[in-house]
């Protein structure tokens, strides 16, 4: 991924990036809060260097005063933070039906949220008007310094090379090879890519409970299935940008074609598109969504109970497979499933960890994303940050 670094106010370009001002504001990003005491402690800085330099970046619009600390005896230190509103980010979410647009804030925040249809046929230049459109209204709206907007994130559903600025392939939205380099200059700003799932581990293992662990692997589920792999705290990608493509993988040969061209990839048999298309197999009867089927689970129907049985045996399959290739920390599931993990997860560890198997219970941790649906849109808003500033600690191997 390229880094690149804007100045801040009056600080140039050369000086932030090598200065003691950029390793204080990459801290305190991460950690949000810290008294001066912390920062110099954490960075091995003496108090005076960090006393000038917070003051210099105070004055600068770039951190703030948050109170005081609890004290054991004296002065109670001052705490210090980012300033929320000293920059802002988009991130764009891009899906075969719909594309939706967040604006967000230094604390990650979403400060507004709008979404557009796509339609089955949909070209490039259609998104980016409408992105532009919306990017457009949301900073007049909030009254924003254009100066202080960062960039445009976009997470998109297939292979990206984000060095290139290119979507490779993206088979549910029926496209290949798409620049994204031209984005920029229609839209007035920087702009970053980066796979759906991919965008959603790395918010995940930011913002979120597991942001310390090392390796995990993030598993999206919607209309197809994608994974974002983390190992040793960095997004893996792999040497042709096709690592993660497990939604892909064969689980019944000679099975049912997918998009990709292929036969019996995983996200055919246990994607929301799947559970469908099973349903309907089984019980010769078209539902509008997965939440009907889920519903006439609830009501425990036995049609429903008998595809949904089906289901989830294809489901841990898949993720049995990802464990045995990556033996990751974390294991965790997104997409709109996970809304009813009420009436599966149990099930669903129990197929995974079977007794007497290569998987123990105690080891590989599988939970459900606390993001959500906008796990993917704020790893995107996360890009323009990551540039902002030039945070070394997540990279792209």
């Known amino acids: ?175 290949t090879n798409v620049s994204f380099k031209n984005f920029s200059e229609i839209l007035s700003m920087p702009v970053y890519i980066e796979n759906e799932a991919n965008a959603a581990a790395f918010a995940e293992s930011s913002l979120e409970a597991v942001k310390n662990i090392n390796n995990l692997v993030y598993i999206s589920i919607t209309k197809g299935i994608g994974t974002g792999i983390v190992i040793k705290g960095s997004l893996y990608k792999g040497t042709f940008k096709r690592a993660g493509e497990f939604g892909h993988m064969t689980i019944v040969a000679n099975g049912k074609p997918c998009n990709c061209g292929r036969e019996g990839c995983w996200e055919v048999y246990a994607s929301e598109r799947g559970l469908l298309d099973l349903y309907q197999e089984l019980n010769g009867e078209i539902v509008p969504g997965i939440s009907a089927i889920f519903e006439k689970i609830r009501r425990k129907e036995a049609s429903a109970l008998e595809v949904f049985d089906k289901y989830l045996d294809y489901l841990a399959i898949g993720i049995q497979n990802i464990i045995l290739f990556l033996d990751p920390d974390y294991l965790i599931l997104g997409g709109n499933i996970t809304t009813y993990k009420d009436l599966y997860f149990e099930d669903l560890l129990n197929r995974v960890f079977k007794p007497d198997s290569l998987f123990k219970t105690n080891e590989t941790k599988i939970s459900f994303s606390k993001l959500e649906e906008d796990a993917s849109i704020l790893g995107a808003s996360l890009l323009p940050l990551l540039s902002f500033f030039n945070d070394e600690r997540i990279k792209v191997r």
Not at 31 to 53: D, F, Y
Not at 144 to 153: M, T
């Open 1 to 175: 991924m390229v880094i690149t670094i804007f100045s801040f106010g009056n600080i140039g370009h050369d000086t932030i990036k090598d200065s003691t001002a950029k390793r204080i504001l990459k801290l305190l990003y991460t950690e949000r809060q810290l008294t001066k005491q912390e920062i110099a402690q954490q960075l091995g800085l003496s108090i005076p260097t960090v006393i000038s330099n917070v003051n210099e970046l105070i004055e600068e619009g770039l951190l703030e005063e948050a109170g005081v600390a609890g004290s054991t005896g004296g002065r109670k230190p001052v705490i210090i933070r980012c300033k929320p509103k000293a920059r802002y980010s988009f991130g764009v979410d891009i899906n075969p039906t719909e594309g939706r647009v967040i604006l967000t804030d230094l604390d990650n925040r979403i400060l507004a949220d709008e979404r557009f249809s796509i339609a089955e046929v949909c070209k490039d230049s259609y998104i980016v008007r409408q992105v532009f459109k919306i990017t457009q209204d949301m900073i007049c709206k909030n009254n924003l310094s254009l100066e202080k907007v960062l960039g445009v994130g976009f997470s998109l559903p297939g292979t990206v090379d984000e060095e290139k600025m290119l979507l490779l392939n993206a088979p549910n939205l029926g496209i």
